[in-house]
Protein backbone atom coordinates (compact mmCIF):
# COMPACT_ATOMS: atom_id res chain seq x y z
CA UNK A 1 0.00 0.00 0.00
CA UNK A 2 0.85 2.93 -0.53
CA UNK A 3 0.39 6.98 1.32
CA UNK A 4 1.17 9.83 0.05
CA UNK A 5 2.72 12.83 2.16
CA UNK A 6 2.97 16.02 0.42
CA UNK A 7 3.55 14.62 -3.02
CA UNK A 8 6.10 11.65 -1.33
CA UNK A 9 4.34 8.24 -2.20
CA UNK A 10 5.07 5.86 1.29
CA UNK A 11 5.08 2.20 0.95
CA UNK A 12 3.73 0.46 3.80
CA UNK A 13 2.76 -2.92 4.42
CA UNK A 14 -0.19 -4.08 6.91
CA UNK A 15 -0.66 -7.08 7.91
CA UNK A 16 -3.47 -8.12 10.32
CA UNK A 17 -3.65 -10.76 13.00
CA UNK A 18 -6.69 -13.32 12.92
CA UNK A 19 -7.06 -12.07 16.77
CA UNK A 20 -9.40 -9.83 17.69
CA UNK A 21 -8.44 -6.25 19.32
CA UNK A 22 -4.59 -7.20 18.55
CA UNK A 23 -2.08 -4.83 19.15
CA UNK A 24 -0.16 -3.44 16.06
CA UNK A 25 3.64 -3.43 15.84
CA UNK A 26 5.31 -0.75 13.79
CA UNK A 27 8.53 -2.36 12.50
CA UNK A 28 11.05 0.09 11.17
CA UNK A 29 14.10 -1.17 8.99
CA UNK A 30 17.82 0.34 8.59
CA UNK A 31 19.54 2.43 6.71
CA UNK A 32 19.72 0.65 3.41
CA UNK A 33 17.08 -1.77 3.80
CA UNK A 34 13.51 -2.20 3.26
CA UNK A 35 10.63 -3.37 4.80
CA UNK A 36 11.76 -6.71 2.76
CA UNK A 37 14.29 -7.38 6.16
CA UNK A 38 11.53 -8.21 8.63
CA UNK A 39 10.12 -11.47 6.27
CA UNK A 40 11.08 -13.71 9.26
CA UNK A 41 9.20 -12.07 11.94
CA UNK A 42 6.14 -11.21 10.31
CA UNK A 43 4.95 -15.15 10.65
CA UNK A 44 5.76 -15.87 14.43
CA UNK A 45 4.27 -11.82 15.11
CA UNK A 46 1.08 -11.78 13.43
CA UNK A 47 -0.32 -14.81 15.16
CA UNK A 48 -0.90 -12.51 18.08
CA UNK A 49 -0.16 -8.84 17.00
CA UNK A 50 -0.73 -6.58 13.97
CA UNK A 51 2.49 -5.41 11.87
CA UNK A 52 3.34 -2.85 9.70
CA UNK A 53 6.34 -2.93 7.68
CA UNK A 54 7.20 0.22 5.79
CA UNK A 55 9.84 1.61 3.46
CA UNK A 56 11.79 5.13 4.86
CA UNK A 57 12.14 7.75 2.35
CA UNK A 58 14.50 7.03 -0.36
CA UNK A 59 14.46 3.48 0.52
CA UNK A 60 12.43 0.48 -1.79
CA UNK A 61 9.26 0.82 -2.98
CA UNK A 62 8.96 4.56 -1.51
CA UNK A 63 9.31 7.41 -3.32
CA UNK A 64 12.62 9.00 -3.69
CA UNK A 65 12.66 12.76 -3.65
CA UNK A 66 15.30 14.92 -5.82
CA UNK A 67 14.45 17.62 -3.02
CA UNK A 68 17.37 16.69 -0.49
CA UNK A 69 15.22 18.92 1.81
CA UNK A 70 12.69 16.16 2.31
CA UNK A 71 14.62 14.29 3.89
CA UNK A 72 14.71 14.43 7.90
CA UNK A 73 14.33 12.87 11.04
CA UNK A 74 11.21 15.04 11.13
CA UNK A 75 9.79 13.87 8.19
CA UNK A 76 10.69 10.26 8.85
CA UNK A 77 9.06 10.60 12.46
CA UNK A 78 5.83 12.11 10.62
CA UNK A 79 5.98 9.45 8.06
CA UNK A 80 5.83 6.88 10.86
CA UNK A 81 2.85 8.98 12.27
CA UNK A 82 0.83 9.20 8.91
CA UNK A 83 0.63 5.60 8.48
CA UNK A 84 -0.75 4.62 11.73
CA UNK A 85 -3.45 6.99 11.17
CA UNK A 86 -4.07 5.26 7.41
CA UNK A 87 -4.41 2.42 9.36
CA UNK A 88 -6.27 3.14 12.29
CA UNK A 89 -4.05 2.75 14.84
CA UNK A 90 -4.04 5.41 17.66
CA UNK A 91 -1.05 3.78 19.81
CA UNK A 92 1.20 1.27 18.68
CA UNK A 93 4.32 -0.76 19.83
CA UNK A 94 7.03 1.03 17.91
CA UNK A 95 10.16 -1.02 16.76
CA UNK A 96 12.71 -0.78 14.42
CA UNK A 97 16.72 -2.00 13.53
CA UNK A 98 19.60 0.38 13.44
CA UNK A 99 18.64 3.51 12.16
CA UNK A 100 14.95 2.33 12.10
CA UNK A 101 15.97 2.04 16.10
CA UNK A 102 16.87 5.61 16.25
CA UNK A 103 14.04 6.60 14.50
CA UNK A 104 11.75 4.41 16.99
CA UNK A 105 13.32 6.42 19.85
CA UNK A 106 12.64 9.65 17.72
CA UNK A 107 8.78 8.76 17.37
CA UNK A 108 9.13 8.53 21.12
CA UNK A 109 10.31 11.70 21.83
CA UNK A 110 8.01 13.53 19.16
CA UNK A 111 4.32 11.08 20.31
CA UNK A 112 5.11 9.45 23.72
CA UNK A 113 1.32 9.04 23.90
CA UNK A 114 1.73 6.85 20.69
CA UNK A 115 3.76 4.52 21.99
CA UNK A 116 2.80 1.34 24.15
CA UNK A 117 6.37 -0.11 24.35
CA UNK A 118 9.43 0.16 22.26
CA UNK A 119 12.14 -2.20 20.68
CA UNK A 120 15.11 -1.03 20.03
CA UNK A 121 17.61 -3.74 17.61
CA UNK A 122 21.48 -3.31 17.19
CA UNK A 123 21.02 0.75 17.44
CA UNK A 124 21.78 3.37 18.92
CA UNK A 125 20.77 6.61 20.60
CA UNK A 126 22.79 9.12 19.22
CA UNK A 127 25.37 12.06 20.60
CA UNK A 128 25.96 13.62 23.09
CA UNK A 129 28.99 15.49 22.05
CA UNK A 130 29.45 17.71 19.18
CA UNK A 131 32.78 15.57 18.46
CA UNK A 132 30.43 11.96 18.35
CA UNK A 133 28.26 13.52 16.07
CA UNK A 134 30.60 15.21 13.73
CA UNK A 135 32.59 12.12 13.32
CA UNK A 136 29.14 10.22 12.66
CA UNK A 137 27.59 12.48 10.26
CA UNK A 138 31.33 12.49 8.23
CA UNK A 139 30.39 8.88 8.02
CA UNK A 140 27.16 9.30 6.91
CA UNK A 141 28.46 11.82 4.43
CA UNK A 142 30.93 9.64 2.89
CA UNK A 143 27.92 6.87 2.20
CA UNK A 144 26.09 9.12 0.25
CA UNK A 145 29.21 10.24 -1.74
CA UNK A 146 29.78 6.44 -2.50
CA UNK A 147 26.14 5.98 -3.67
CA UNK A 148 26.81 9.52 -6.40
CA UNK A 149 29.71 7.92 -7.52
CA UNK A 150 28.97 4.39 -7.82
CA UNK A 151 25.28 4.29 -7.91
CA UNK A 152 24.07 0.97 -6.48
CA UNK A 153 26.93 -1.03 -6.08
CA UNK A 154 27.82 0.80 -2.79
CA UNK A 155 25.36 -1.16 -1.00
CA UNK A 156 27.11 -3.28 1.83
CA UNK A 157 27.05 -6.64 2.54
CA UNK A 158 24.77 -6.77 5.92
CA UNK A 159 22.31 -9.26 5.49
CA UNK A 160 19.46 -6.59 5.88
CA UNK A 161 20.49 -5.01 2.47
CA UNK A 162 20.82 -8.01 1.10
CA UNK A 163 17.32 -8.89 1.59
CA UNK A 164 16.63 -5.56 0.42
CA UNK A 165 15.74 -4.20 -3.19
CA UNK A 166 16.43 -0.12 -3.67
CA UNK A 167 15.93 1.70 -7.46
CA UNK A 168 17.27 4.91 -6.37
CA UNK A 169 21.05 5.23 -5.47
CA UNK A 170 20.37 9.03 -5.23
CA UNK A 171 17.52 8.55 -2.83
CA UNK A 172 19.99 6.55 -0.33
CA UNK A 173 22.51 9.26 -0.93
CA UNK A 174 20.08 12.13 -0.06
CA UNK A 175 18.89 9.85 3.07
CA UNK A 176 22.11 9.36 4.51
CA UNK A 177 22.72 12.69 4.57
CA UNK A 178 19.50 14.04 5.75
CA UNK A 179 18.16 10.97 7.88
CA UNK A 180 21.27 9.02 8.75
CA UNK A 181 23.09 12.19 10.01
CA UNK A 182 21.78 13.65 13.01
CA UNK A 183 21.48 17.25 14.05
CA UNK A 184 21.17 17.56 17.98
CA UNK A 185 21.39 15.24 20.96
CA UNK A 186 17.17 15.14 21.45
CA UNK A 187 16.55 11.70 21.29
CA UNK A 188 20.32 10.48 23.85
CA UNK A 189 18.97 12.93 25.99
CA UNK A 190 15.13 11.54 26.50
CA UNK A 191 16.31 7.98 27.31
CA UNK A 192 15.79 8.62 31.30
CA UNK A 193 12.21 10.19 30.61
CA UNK A 194 11.18 7.05 28.84
CA UNK A 195 8.79 5.20 30.50
CA UNK A 196 7.47 2.57 28.83
CA UNK A 197 8.03 -1.32 28.77
CA UNK A 198 11.30 -1.47 26.39
CA UNK A 199 13.34 -4.14 24.97
CA UNK A 200 16.83 -3.71 24.15
CA UNK A 201 18.67 -6.11 21.61
CA UNK A 202 21.40 -6.77 20.40
CA UNK A 203 23.73 -9.50 17.91
CA UNK A 204 26.13 -11.07 20.16
CA UNK A 205 28.98 -10.30 17.75
CA UNK A 206 27.44 -6.51 16.27
CA UNK A 207 30.50 -5.46 18.58
CA UNK A 208 29.91 -1.58 16.99
CA UNK A 209 26.38 -1.78 19.08
CA UNK A 210 27.01 -3.84 22.01
CA UNK A 211 28.11 -0.69 24.17
CA UNK A 212 25.67 1.74 22.74
CA UNK A 213 23.26 -0.99 24.06
CA UNK A 214 24.59 -1.04 27.26
CA UNK A 215 24.35 2.61 27.75
CA UNK A 216 20.53 2.41 26.50
CA UNK A 217 19.70 -0.06 29.23
CA UNK A 218 21.06 1.62 32.05
CA UNK A 219 19.47 4.78 30.68
CA UNK A 220 15.95 4.18 30.19
CA UNK A 221 14.53 3.08 32.93
CA UNK A 222 13.39 -0.76 33.39
CA UNK A 223 14.04 -1.51 30.20
CA UNK A 224 15.03 -5.74 29.21
CA UNK A 225 18.39 -6.28 27.18
CA UNK A 226 18.92 -8.88 25.37
CA UNK A 227 21.98 -10.55 24.02
CA UNK A 228 21.45 -12.48 20.34
CA UNK A 229 24.30 -15.46 20.11
CA UNK A 230 25.57 -15.78 16.96
CA UNK A 231 24.03 -12.97 15.25
CA UNK A 232 25.68 -9.79 13.63
CA UNK A 233 24.11 -6.72 12.83
CA UNK A 234 21.31 -7.85 11.30
CA UNK A 235 20.39 -10.36 14.41
CA UNK A 236 16.41 -10.81 13.49
CA UNK A 237 17.94 -12.20 10.02
CA UNK A 238 21.01 -14.10 11.45
CA UNK A 239 19.15 -16.03 14.16
CA UNK A 240 14.96 -15.45 13.79
CA UNK A 241 14.03 -18.27 15.81
CA UNK A 242 15.67 -16.43 18.59
CA UNK A 243 15.20 -13.19 17.92
CA UNK A 244 11.31 -13.89 17.42
CA UNK A 245 11.45 -15.77 20.61
CA UNK A 246 13.33 -12.68 22.23
CA UNK A 247 10.39 -10.69 21.25
CA UNK A 248 7.79 -12.55 21.71
CA UNK A 249 8.81 -13.28 25.48
CA UNK A 250 9.35 -9.38 25.98
CA UNK A 251 5.54 -8.91 24.53
CA UNK A 252 3.78 -11.28 26.67
CA UNK A 253 3.70 -9.01 29.54
CA UNK A 254 2.74 -5.77 28.27
CA UNK A 255 -0.68 -4.22 28.62
CA UNK A 256 -1.94 -3.11 25.54
CA UNK A 257 -5.28 -1.89 25.95
CA UNK A 258 -7.33 0.11 22.79
CA UNK A 259 -5.24 0.69 20.38
CA UNK A 260 -7.51 1.33 17.42
CA UNK A 261 -9.39 4.58 16.67
CA UNK A 262 -11.08 2.72 13.04
CA UNK A 263 -11.25 -0.19 11.32
CA UNK A 264 -7.48 -0.93 9.84
CA UNK A 265 -6.46 -1.74 6.37
CA UNK A 266 -5.35 -5.52 5.92
Keep these: MNLSRQGVSIYYEHHLSAMESAPTILLSHGYSATSAM ?22 GKSDSPAD ?51 MLFDTGPGYKSDKG ?18 GLDALGPGSEVRASQHTSAQGLANAARGMLAQVDDRVIQS ?31 GAVTEIIPGAGHAANIDQPEKFNQAVLDF ?13 GSS
Aim: hydrophobic share 40%; charged share 20%.
Design 191 to 221: LPVIKLPTLVLVGEDDQAFRIPTDYMGGKIP
Design 133 to 150: RTQWNRTAGERASAFEEI
Design 38 to 59: WTGQLQALKAQYNVIAWDMRGH
Design 68 to 118: PGLYSEAATVDDMAAILDACGVDRAIIAGLSLGGYMTLAFHATYPERCLAL
Design 251 to 263: LRGIDTGDTTRSQ
